[in-house]
Every structure is written in C-alpha cells, then in structure tokens.
C-alpha cells in the first residue's frame, strides 16, 4: 500500500478500537427497563452537592480511579474481604477516595426502583456526570450498559493511576496506554478546577519546586508541615480561585504557576509543547475547555467496560453478587 493508502488504513483500524466500546453501550440502554433511573441519580447527586459541594468532585474522581484500573467496571466500589483485595486501599485511594455512601444510597434506591437491572458501574458514570453538571459544568448523555466486574486488582490501582510527582511525560504516557491523546489528558486534568487535595500531596511541591508563584506557596506552607505528620491530612482546594465550580480556573491558575499538585504544573511550563499549549489555549477558552472535556470524559468513560453477558450486575456495589 502507498504511504497514505496504509496511513488512512490505520487510522481506520484506531477509530474502530476507539469506538468499539462506545457502539456496546448506549445512552437509551436502560430507557425501557429502569425509566426513572436517570431522575434517580439527579436527585440523589442534587441531595449530596447540596450538603457537601465537594462530593460532586470526589464523586468525579471516583469515576477516573474506577476507569483507569481494569476500565469502567465498579472495581473501585468493592470492599476488602477474606476472599477479595479491593483497590480502596492501594496508595493513590487510601484516607483519599471518598463518597462511598452516596453511591450506595442511589443504588438502594435505584434497585427498589428497578431490582437487578442497573450496573453499580453505570450509576457511577451517572453520577459523576451529574456531579459536574450539579457545580456549574457542562452535562453530556452518558453512555450505558456497562456491567459490574467480580475482580478488583490493587496492584493495577497501584501502577495504573498516577502520581502527583509524575512528570508531564509520564502523565502523557499514562494517559496513551489508556487510548487517551494530550487532549484528553489536559481536558481531563481541568477536573481539578472542582475539589481538594491533602497536604501530603502537594507538600514537595510547595516547600521544592521553584515554579511555583512564592505567595501562593508560602501560603500553602502555612497549613502544611515540612516534615510528614498531623498536618498530612490538612486540605487545599485545587483551584484556589474557585473549587466548587467546574469552570476554567484550574487552566488559568496553571499560567501563572498556582498550580497545587506537581502534576498539575507539569501541565505548563515545563517545556512539554503540545500540553502547554492546550493549557494555554482552555486558560483563554472556557468554552473549549468544557467541550473537550466533554469529549474526553465519554473516551474515559468507554474504557474497558464489561458488557453482554460478562460481569454482573451487583445488589450491592461494595461486594459482587
Ligand atoms: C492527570 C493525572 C492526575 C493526577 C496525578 C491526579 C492526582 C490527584 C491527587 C493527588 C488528588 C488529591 C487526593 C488527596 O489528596 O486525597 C486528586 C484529587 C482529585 N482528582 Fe485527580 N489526578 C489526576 C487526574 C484526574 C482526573 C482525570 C480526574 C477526573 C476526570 C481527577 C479528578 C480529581 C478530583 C475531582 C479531585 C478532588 C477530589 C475531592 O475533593 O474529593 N483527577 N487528584
Ligand atoms: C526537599 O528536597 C530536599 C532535598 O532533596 C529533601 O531532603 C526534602 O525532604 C524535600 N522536602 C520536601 C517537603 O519534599
Ligand atoms: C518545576 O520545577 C521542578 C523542580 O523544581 C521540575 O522538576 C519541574 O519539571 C518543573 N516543572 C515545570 C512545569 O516547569
């Protein structure tokens, strides 16, 4: 084949891998058999936010942690028991994921409402998306059909998630062994406009970085410890402008080197061209911004799902069936 006859041929064969997931699942899947599920998880989201704006981000955040670890299969929701390590207590997760709960009361009634027919994997995509929605971001039709896996995996939750300390190459690198571009990583990475993060996570960024603005840092000294200890725990937002509104603040913090996680300001700066651009472009552009993240969060959302027959579909989404 020519050159460009074998180019036109591949990209073919990358769009079909990349839509392969997506054409199983549906945004209508469930409109026969659980008709008020949507409404269901709306208002249950609306009661969380409500009491607690920052569940809409831990709720998201939720989301990535189960789709980055065997794909979006409600791997992230199972407890530890004699016969099953769950991924709660892998390092990226542990004393950190939260909203547990929340789920768990939308799937009480989800399934008094609909018994056995909704995937504790689809009321997360659900929620999360509504947690956005809930904080002044964009919504989007969720796709649906995903079914709840038997198996969770620690040491993937380990290795696949990245760290706060990654460099920008090795959050590009993380994202691509997931089909995800630059793009999405960027896009993605504005989930941190809504949120907070514990000292222990940004602390050699505030007290070793050099990039980073000297008023914010010595502000964010203040309730973090040089040394580990009690204030390991001590939160700041992610975006110091505005963190319980999912807007593009986080990008406009990244240009003037406010961001609080080392990762987030690898983001820009660190002379990584194709990502300090699209930083650049979303600080300019809230509108891009909340159309690729749109974008991104339905490739994240179409990784690996279980589908068919595979999987179950739990009654509770902290133990399989
Ligand atoms: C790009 C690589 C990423 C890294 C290294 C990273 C790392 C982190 C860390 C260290 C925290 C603070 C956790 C804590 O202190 O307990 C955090 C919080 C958060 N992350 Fe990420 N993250 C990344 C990407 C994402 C993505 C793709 C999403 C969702 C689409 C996301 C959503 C969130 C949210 C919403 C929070 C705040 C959670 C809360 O307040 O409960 N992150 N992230
Ligand atoms: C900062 O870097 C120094 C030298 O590498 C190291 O000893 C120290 O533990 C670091 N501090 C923090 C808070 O990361
Ligand atoms: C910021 O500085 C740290 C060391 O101080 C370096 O490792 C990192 O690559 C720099 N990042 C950016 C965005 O310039």
């Given at each position: 084949?020519?050159?460009?006859?074998?180019?036109?041929?591949?990209?073919?064969?990358?769009?079909?891998?990349a839509?392969?997931?997506?054409?199983?699942?549906?945004?209508?899947?469930?409109?026969?058999?659980?008709p008020?599920?949507?409404?269901?998880?709306?208002?249950?989201?609306?009661?969380?936010?409500?009491?607690?704006?920052?569940?809409?981000?831990?709720?998201?955040?939720?989301?990535?942690?189960?789709?980055?670890?065997?794909?979006?299969?409600?791997?992230?929701?199972?407890?530890?028991?004699?016969?099953?390590?769950?991924?709660?207590?892998?390092?990226?997760?542990?004393?950190?994921l939260?909203?547990?709960?929340?789920?768990?009361?939308?799937?009480?009634?989800?399934?008094?409402?609909?018994?056995?027919?909704?995937?504790?994997?689809?009321?997360?995509?659900?929620?999360?998306?509504?947690?956005?929605?809930?904080?002044?971001?964009?919504?989007?039709a969720?796709?649906?059909?995903?079914?709840?896996?038997?198996?969770?995996?620690?040491?993937?939750?380990?290795?696949?998630?990245?760290?706060?300390?990654?460099?920008?190459?090795?959050?590009?690198?993380a994202?691509?062994?997931k089909?995800?571009?630059?793009?999405?990583?960027?896009?993605?990475?504005?989930?941190h406009?809504?949120?907070?993060?514990?000292?222990?996570?940004?602390?050699?960024?505030?007290?070793?970085?050099?990039?980073?603005?000297?008023?914010?840092?010595?502000?964010?000294?203040?309730?973090?410890?040089?040394?580990a200890?009690?204030?390991?725990?001590?939160?700041?937002?992610?975006?110091?402008?505005?963190?319980?509104?999912?807007?593009?603040?986080?990008?406009?913090?990244?240009?003037?080197?406010?961001?609080?996680?080392?990762?987030?300001?690898?983001?820009?700066?660190?002379?990584?061209?194709?990502?300090?651009?699209?930083?650049?472009?979303?600080?300019?552009?809230?509108?891009?911004?909340?159309?690729?993240?749109?974008?991104?969060?339905?490739?994240?959302?179409?990784?690996?799902?279980?589908?068919?027959?595979?999987?179950?579909?739990?009654a509770?989404?902290?133990?399989?069936?």
């Amino acid at each position: 084949m020519a050159p460009a006859t074998l180019l036109l041929a591949r990209l073919a064969v990358a769009c079909a891998l990349a839509l392969g997931a997506m054409a199983q699942l549906s945004p209508t899947f469930y409109d026969a058999s659980c008709p008020s599920l949507q409404a269901i998880v709306r208002a249950g989201m609306a009661a969380a936010v409500q009491q607690e704006p920052r569940m809409g981000a831990s709720i998201l955040r939720l989301f990535f942690h189960d789709c980055f670890v065997q794909g979006c299969d409600a791997s992230v929701l199972l407890d530890d028991s004699p016969t099953l390590t769950g991924e709660k207590n892998a390092g990226p997760n542990a004393n950190s994921l939260r909203g547990f709960e929340v789920i768990d009361s939308i799937k009480s009634q989800v399934e008094a409402a609909c018994p056995g027919t909704v995937s504790c994997a689809d009321i997360l995509a659900l929620a999360a998306r509504d947690g956005v929605n809930l904080l002044s971001g964009p919504t989007w039709a969720v796709q649906l059909g995903r079914r709840d896996t038997r198996t969770a995996s620690q040491s993937a939750a380990n290795s696949n998630l990245p760290s706060p300390s990654s460099s920008a190459a090795a959050l590009v690198s993380a994202f691509a062994s997931k089909g995800l571009d630059s793009r999405d990583l960027v896009a993605l990475s504005g989930a941190h406009t809504i949120g907070a993060a514990r000292c222990a996570t940004f602390r050699s960024r505030v007290y070793n970085d050099t990039n980073i603005s000297a008023g914010f840092a010595a502000k964010r000294r203040q309730i973090c410890q040089a040394q580990a200890g009690a204030s390991d725990g001590n939160l700041a937002p992610l975006d110091a402008m505005s963190s319980v509104r999912f807007d593009n603040g986080y990008f406009r913090n990244l240009v003037a080197q406010f961001g609080l996680l080392h990762s987030d300001q690898e983001l820009f700066g660190a002379g990584g061209g194709a990502v300090d651009s699209i930083t650049a472009q979303y600080a300019r552009n809230g509108a891009a911004f909340s159309r690729d993240f749109v974008t991104a969060v339905l490739k994240m959302g179409s990784i690996g799902p279980l589908t068919g027959s595979s999987g179950e579909i739990r009654a509770n989404c902290r133990k399989p069936n």
